[in-house]
T-cell receptor, first 109, second 115 residues
Framework: GQNIDQPTEMTATEGAIVQINCTYQTSGFNGLFWYQQHAGEAPTFLSYNVLDGLEEKGRFSSFLSRSKGYSYLLLKELQMKDSASYLCAVFGGSYIPTFGRGTSLIVHP | SQTIHQWPATLVQPVGSPLSLECTVEGTSNPNLYWYRQAAGRGLQLLFYSVGIGQISSEVPQNLSASRPQDRQFILSSKKLLLSDSGFYLC??????????????FGNGTRLTVT
């Protein structure tokens, strides 16, 4: 079956760096995605990894190790508006991605 | 650029009433289309997905149904709503690719409250 694990909640300070981990077990691999979801809103696409390594996009970076079934999302220079839920999603070889339950990030002053 | 429209944004319906939520995508053709539900504080639950007109796959047994009458139109329906149908409904699309999957892009969602 498909399984994705993320921490339920994390807290960090404004201006700091935070790393949100995601481990997965899927039958096949066709891409890993990170989404940001603010309370009461729809998820918005942040980043996309299909090959091992780091993808950088401004303050956000995402890393993938396919052999370890592991990814992380790195957020730098945290801002209060980064308080949100972060969802890890994996395509395991079909049109249907498996989503993690999400990590609720609380950024405090 | 591609956009996805979903309406209405909020809906309050009595138990036993019908439901119709509509989603349309612009700026792309032959997309994969998805309906998800998210209960308060919970993860995303896939309800239906479609790879083409008239092709619907259901992921969970329920009193909901979906239809895709046109290439870029996806409709979620129910004949009689239950209290347990309350939730945040999200439509999403993704492009078909020959290699790795492309990401899903979500509409703004419909918050449904069944009373």
């Amino acid at each position: 079956g498909q399984n994705i694990d993320q921490p339920t909640e994390m807290t960090a300070t404004e201006g700091a760096i935070v790393q949100i981990n995601c481990t997965y077990q899927t039958s096949g691999f066709n891409g890993l995605f990170w989404y940001q979801q603010h309370a009461g809103e729809a998820p918005t696409f942040l980043s996309y990894n299909v090959l091992d390594g780091l993808e950088e996009k401004g303050r956000f970076s995402s890393f993938l190790s396919r052999s370890k079934g592991y990814s992380y999302l790195l957020l730098k220079e945290l801002q209060m508006k980064d308080s949100a839920s972060y969802l890890c999603a994996v395509f395991g070889g079909s049109y249907i991605p498996t989503f993690g339950r999400g990590t609720s990030l609380i950024v405090h002053p | 650029s591609q956009t996805i429209h979903q309406w209405p944004a909020t809906l309050v319906q009595p138990v036993g009433s019908p439901l119709s939520l509509e989603c349309t995508v612009e700026g792309t053709s032959n997309p994969n289309l998805y309906w998800y539900r998210q209960a308060a504080g919970r993860g995303l639950q896939l309800l239906f997905y479609s790879v083409g007109i008239g092709q619907i796959s259901s992921e969970v047994p329920q009193n909901l149904s979906a239809s895709r009458p046109q290439d870029r139109q996806f409709i979620l329906s129910s004949k009689k709503l239950l209290l347990s149908d309350s939730g945040f409904y999200l439509c999403a699309w993704s492009a078909k690719t020959s290699s790795y999957n492309s990401p899903l892009h979500f509409g703004n969602g419909t918050r449904l409250t069944v009373t």
